[in-house]
């Protein structure tokens, strides 16, 4: 069983920075694609960004483009989250997870960590 736990959330002014991290407790993480996900209040889970397991390949959501970055570390068993120019409507509860496909699709993925609050001040 693969376990996934997010750190680095927080309170963030308008147009701040944050780094988010994903770590996983088995080195099979190694071998799994491992999107990010977002939760606001009262909205659908959507989909964030996406790195394939060699780091080889990512893929961001339109919103998020030139702001946010996507980056792993194999041999750390981790994947990060890198916001930068935050914005107000990008509070929400971000997720990690992890699993075969290379989708935005949440129901595609069978290990998910517990969420880290975003909360950005305007």
């Known amino acids: 069983q693969v376990q996934l736990v997010e750190s680095g959330g927080g309170l963030v002014q308008a147009g701040g920075s944050l780094r988010l991290t994903c770590t996983a407790s088995t080195r099979t993480f190694s071998d799994l694609n491992v999107p990010w996900f977002r939760q606001a209040p009262g909205k659908e889970r959507e989909f964030v960004a996406t790195?394939?397991?060699?780091?080889?390949?990512?893929s961001l959501t339109d919103s998020v483009k030139g702001r946010f970055s996507i980056s792993r570390d194999r041999a750390k068993n981790t994947v990060y989250l890198q916001m930068n120019s935050l914005k107000h409507e990008g509070t929400a509860v971000y997720y990690c997870a992890a699993g075969q496909a290379l989708t935005q699709r949440a129901a595609d993925y069978s290990y998910w960590g517990q969420g880290t609050q975003i909360t950005v001040s305007s």
């Open positions: 790195i394939s397991w060699s780091g080889g390949y990512t």
